[in-house]
T-cell receptor
Framework: DTAVSQTPKYLVTQMGNDKSIKCEQN?????MYWYKQDSKKFLKIMFS???????INETVPNRFSPKSPDKAHLNLHINSLELGDSAVYFC???????????FGPGTRLTVT | AQSVTQLGSHVSVSEGALVLLRCNYS??????LFWYVQYPNQGLQLLLK??????LVKGINGFEAEFKKSETSFHLTKPSAHMSDAAEYFC????????????FGTGTSLTVIP
């Protein structure tokens, strides 16, 4: 069983389109995250949800909107995609008090 | 505020040689420290973590790290490199009072030479 899963694994789309990435965890964790990894491998936190409540919202364009329908899911919707949005997006989860985060396999987004 | 500095964006070692990847952190509160490994086209996998207690932490695949508060360091070592260790390695810091927010270093790419 995959602990943290993301769909799709690859996403190729044109500028201006709207797309969503889905994330699910079956670890029973109460906190989930979205990270962006750029071409230089730098990891940047975007959002964090604890028990479906937004707790971290870094400086991210309003075009990015996370949605957490329940504790096991955290989806990322991106409006009006731009070339600079091309990156690998990772979902992660953790228990609020445990420290370590568990990462999904990533979604490679390419905007043309 | 918390931050992590990984010295050396690229490290090359011969197969069988010692692996040493450096990580220094900055934290105004007791830190939680982590090392993750990322193989090509994969997600991040936890290698080991330090929260409290013993300062020498053993992880998976023969890796270990030592928390040195006086040096604000958490260097990752492995006595003998294997070809399968070639990957990107990330150090991260968090603390109990930051909402479990991680601050990652910029990563170190490890190459193992046969």
């Amino acid at each position: 069983d995959t602990a943290v899963s993301q769909t799709p694994k690859y996403l190729v789309t044109q500028m201006g389109n709207d797309k969503s990435i889905k994330c699910e965890q079956n670890l029973g964790h109460d906190t989930m995250y979205w990270y962006k990894q750029d071409s230089k491998k730098f990891l940047k936190i975007m959002f964090s949800y604890n028990n479906k409540e937004l707790i971290i919202n870094e400086t991210v364009p309003n075009r990015f909107s996370p949605k957490s329908p329940d504790k096991a899911h955290l989806n990322l919707h991106i409006n009006s995609l731009e070339l600079g949005d091309s990156a690998v997006y990772f979902c992660a989860s953790s228990a609020w008090t445990s420290g370590e985060q568990y990462f999904g396999p990533g979604t490679r987004l390419t905007v043309t | 505020a918390q931050s992590v500095t990984q010295l050396g964006s690229h490290v090359s070692v011969s197969e069988g040689a010692l692996v040493l990847l450096r990580c220094n952190y900055s934290s105004s509160v007791p830190p939680y420290l982590f090392w993750y490994v990322q193989y090509p086209n994969q997600g991040l996998q936890l290698l080991l973590k330090y929260t409290t207690g013993a300062t020498l932490v053993k992880g998976i695949n023969g890796f270990e790290a030592e928390f040195k508060k006086s040096e604000t360091s958490f260097h990752l070592t492995k006595p003998s490199a294997h070809m399968s260790d070639a990957a990107e390695y990330f150090c991260a810091v968090s603390s109990s009072n930051t909402g479990n927010q991680f601050y990652f270093g910029t990563g170190t790419s490890l190459t193992v030479i046969p």
